[in-house]
Every structure is written in C-alpha cells, then in structure tokens.
C-alpha cells in the first residue's frame, strides 16, 4: 500500500480485483527499469536483464514449490488459461470446466469448441459454490476428456476446490487437469510438489506484482501437443514469443517472495478480519446472505447479498469504500453475476450482492472505518426503496 492510499480516507477492499503493489515489487521493478538490457541479448547488459528474468522464475517457482523451468512467464492469468487451454485442448477429446469460471477460462473453453459444441461439458456447482463431482466423474467416463480445468479459488465468492480427488479421477481417465489459481497464489500456500496439477495460471498483480504480468507452470514431462499462441522468437522455451517484460517480471518475482515471506501469517490475520467484517455486517445490517461454502473459502473474501439493496446504488452511497458489484472484470456489464446464477440465487439476489475483498495490507482500521459506511449506504438505499415514488403534487 503506497502512503498516498494509506492516507486517503478510502478503504480499499477490492484485492480479488488487484491488490496494491508490493513495495518489494515497486523497487525491484523500477530498478529493472532503471537497467538497460534485451533478456535475449549476448552481451552484458543482455545477461544481466536475463538474470532478473531468472531470479524472479525462481522467486516465482519458489512460491508454488516448483521447479523454474516449469515457469512461463506471460502478460497475465487471461493469457496463461488461453495458452493452457488450447494447448491440451489441441490433443483430441472433451474439455470439461465448470458454469462458474472466470471468463478467462469460460470465453476460452466456448471458443475452442465451439466447432464442436458437444466436446464442451460444463460442470455446474451446488448453492455453496461447490463443483458436482458425480457430474466429473460421469463426464470421464462418458467421454474422451483431453482437460479437466476447475478454478482453486472462485474469485466473487473464494471458494476453494478441493482439486486433489479432481486430479486422481482427471488422470485415472488420461485426461490432463489445468486450474485458474489466479486468485489462491500468494494468499494460502500452493504445493506442486503434492499436487499433480498439471498445468496452472496465475497473475502478479493479485498478489502485489505489477499488472499486466502472470504465469502458467507446465509440469515437466507431461504430454502437450504443444501450441503457442503468439509466436515470434521464440522465447520462454517457444512457449511465448516477444521481448520479455523484464520490469514486469522482476517486480512479479519479488511480489512472489514477499507473499510466500508472509503467507501463513497473513493468512491467519486476514481471515479474522474478514470473519470480524461479515460478523458485524450481519448484526448491524440484517436480512443479508453470505455466499459460499463457509469453511471451504479463501481467507480474505466475502460476498454478501444484501436484500432489497441492490448492489451498484450501494456502492454508489459509499464512496469511501473501494469494493465491488459481481465481479471487476464484468463490471460495466448490464448482465447479472454468472457465478451467483450458478449458485441459484436470483438474479434480484445477484444484482443486491457486494464483493469485498482484504489482503496483505489490510487492517483493522480500515476494517472500522468500512463497516459504518457500508451499514449507512444498505439502510440509505433500503429506505429509499421502500418510500414509494410520487408524481405530481
Ligand atoms: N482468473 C481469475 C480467477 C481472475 O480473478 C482473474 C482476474 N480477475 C483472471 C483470471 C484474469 O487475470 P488477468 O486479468 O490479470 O489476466
């Protein structure tokens, strides 16, 4: 959090949008920037830009209990699910995700079949947010599964999959598992070592990296007919063409080591402050739902449905609270929130649902200084509502 935003009177609780840049990432960022260098080049300064290249995959790998040449460093987690996708896609069989994925997964998976719509199985969720496994299970032995990519933490609700009985059941079949982690890295600890994900995606900037940066880890040895989508010269292993993102990159890796510095124990803190936060929206507010499964979520994230309020007037009558309607990326849409539709709420319930989201460097104070606001605007705006509207005198 920059001093400028810690002195503003906003509190910001939009980190499953982006969260403030690190300083580590800044310095490190702008300390690449500083330095001249093509990572590609032979000489010198060439060398030393393809050392911060290889500190920050190592940094990254480091994260995520990899190896760092199973990283490839891409413009963001949109990018690493497009490369994912297609790439196993590309082998032959069905692609089987799930009605609740972010569009970066969702467009994608449409786009590649939709030659072939049948080879799309979607796999729908129950009113916690939890993925139907008997309809995996079904789809594996249905058909030819080439990839089985579910999301390790929904972005508007934080629910987590528990992805170790998908993987065991993906690759029983010879299907491949990719998951969208965009919103689990850096925020609760990954372990590829344990898992056997095969193929997984991940943004810098959700973890306090520079945006415009991500990642997908390709588990060695695993069998890819693979595809680039942007291709050029070959850099990343021919993985992904064009000039590396040095400053981005560099800035990505040390966001990843100081997530990983503090993982367990912001954890634990922001987990708390959300549970304080939902806690006394409850009490104070009324008639109000939080959603998704409640011990199976990401620490920092609670999606809360206030009824008879809808969503944008609140955020409307809180100026000082930084948080978000649905999900960042289908803001501006007039179309009500996929996942919660997913879930079975009505689209009343989905247009009166508020996403707020803590991080790294939220705290109780800004916790205290959200909580009336945001009790003020619910009331304002289901006051207003229930005053019917007159015309004329
Ligand atoms: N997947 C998930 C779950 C996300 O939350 C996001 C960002 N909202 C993305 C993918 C896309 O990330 P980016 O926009 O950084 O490419």
Known sequence: MTER?????????????????????????????RTVGNASSTHRSGRDAAL???????QVANLLNCSPGEIVFTSG??????????????????LVTSTVEHPAVLETARALTSDAPESLILLSVDEDGLVDLDGLHLALAASSVAIVSLMAANNETGVLTDLAPIVKAAHAAGALVHTDATQMVGRLPIDLLESDVDLLSLSAHKFGGPQ?????????????????????????RGWRAGTL?????????????????????????????????ERTLV???????????????????????FHGAPADAVLAAMPDVAAS???????????????????GRSREEADS???????????????????????????KVRKLLSVPIRFGA
């Open 5 to 33: 935003d810690l002195d503003s009177d906003l509190a910001y609780l939009d980190y499953n949008a982006t969260a403030p840049t690190r300083p580590e990432a800044v310095a490190a960022t702008l300390d690449a920037m």
């Open 245 to 277: 993102n040095v400053a981005g990159i560099a800035g990505a890796g040390a966001a990843a080591e100081a997530s990983r510095r503090d993982l367990i124990s912001d954890g634990t803190r922001i987990a708390q402050l959300r549970d304080s936060l």
């Open 325 to 343: 309607e649905g999900s960042a990326c289908a803001a501006g849409a007039p179309t009500p929130s996929h996942v919660l539709l997913g879930m």
């Open 283 to 305: 009490e104070q507010v009324g008639d109000c739902r939080i959603n998704g499964a409640i011990g199976q979520r990401l620490p920092g994230v609670t999606s809360i449905t």
């Open 353 to 379: 649902t508020v996403r707020l989201s803590l991080g790294y460097a939220t705290t109780e104070h800004d916790v205290d200084r959200a909580v009336p606001s945001i009790v003020r605007a619910v009331r």
């Open 212 to 236: 415009g940066v991500g990642a997908l880890f390709v588990r060695r040895g695993i069998s890819l007919p693979y595809r680039p989508l942007i291709f050029g010269g070959g850099q990343e």
């Open 77 to 94: 987690a949109t990018e690493a699910n497009n490369l994912a996708l297609r790439a196993a896609f590309s082998a032959g069989g069905a």
């Open 52 to 58: 911060r290249v290889d500190v920050a995959r190592r």
